[in-house]
């Protein structure tokens, strides 16, 4: 099974600043997607970016961006110019492009603070 | 509807009762998932659905859980016999549709079980 490693279980970052989270994960698969899901208080779950791994150019979306290393199987998350709204729980994930309805697999999350 | 509908958003009850909590995929969406998160925890994977049958019922933790879908549509989780060792949050999503968005997850707001 593939394993999914966050290995920062917390973070913190000054209000303006730029602040990356790393994502680690282990595959024998050549083709999949990757995720970064932010879990606010709220406990309501969002994607935040997410990156095929056919393509390598590094997705981004605003102030997020990724650096996919496809070799070194790993996939972690810049957050530029961050804001109080950013403070939540961050979640790597990784899903087979083989089949449908595959299994996504979790890391166990990084916690962001943002310090105003 | 617009999103990932769960219900109820808080239950209590006592051990050794059995509750039910209901999970309302986006219209269409093929597959159907249940994770149990744990109070600072990652996600945990509970059972996924491809349709109304599911091909991975792995990560169960015990013969008390179980899970039924009615078609693509609504899912029940039901936990007999609860134990306090259950109290969680339980987090459903639903993958499906046409094009770039085929893959990724969609979450509920979750549920929060206690149990006394």
């Excluded at chain 1, 997410?50 to 961006?65: D, I």
């Excluded at chain 2, 159907?32 to 091909?55: C, K, M, T």
Aim: aromatic share 12%.
């Amino acid at each position: 099974a593939q394993t999914v490693t966050q290995s920062q279980p917390e973070m913190s970052v000054q209000e303006a600043e730029t602040v990356t989270l790393s994502c680690t994960y282990d595959t024998s698969e050549s083709d999949y997607y990757l995720f970064w899901y932010k879990q606010p208080p709220s406990r309501q779950m969002i994607l935040v970016i997410r990156q095929e791994a056919y393509k390598q150019q590094n997705a981004t979306e605003n102030r997020f961006s990724v650096n996919f290393q496809k070799a070194a199987k790993s996939f972690s998350l810049k957050i530029s110019d961050s804001q109080l709204g950013d403070a939540a729980m961050y979640f790597c994930a990784y899903r087979s492009a083989y089949g449908t309805g595959n299994q996504f697999y979790f890391g166990t999350g990084t916690s962001l603070t943002v310090i105003p | 509807g617009a999103g990932v509908s769960q219900s109820p958003s808080n239950k209590v009850t006592e051990k050794g009762k059995d509750v039910e909590l209901r999970c309302d995929p986006i219209s269409g969406h093929t597959a159907l998932y249940w994770y149990r998160q744990r109070l600072g925890q990652g996600l945990e994977f509970l059972i996924y659905f491809q349709g109304n049958s599911a091909p991975d019922k792995s990560g169960l933790p015990s013969d008390r859980f179980s899970a039924e879908r009615t078609g693509e549509s609504v899912s029940t989780l039901t936990i007999q016999r609860t134990q306090q060792e259950d109290s969680a949050v339980y987090l459903c999503a639903s993958t499906g549709g046409q094009g770039v968005f085929y893959n990724e997850q969609f979450f509920g707001p979750g549920t929060r079980l206690t149990v006394l």
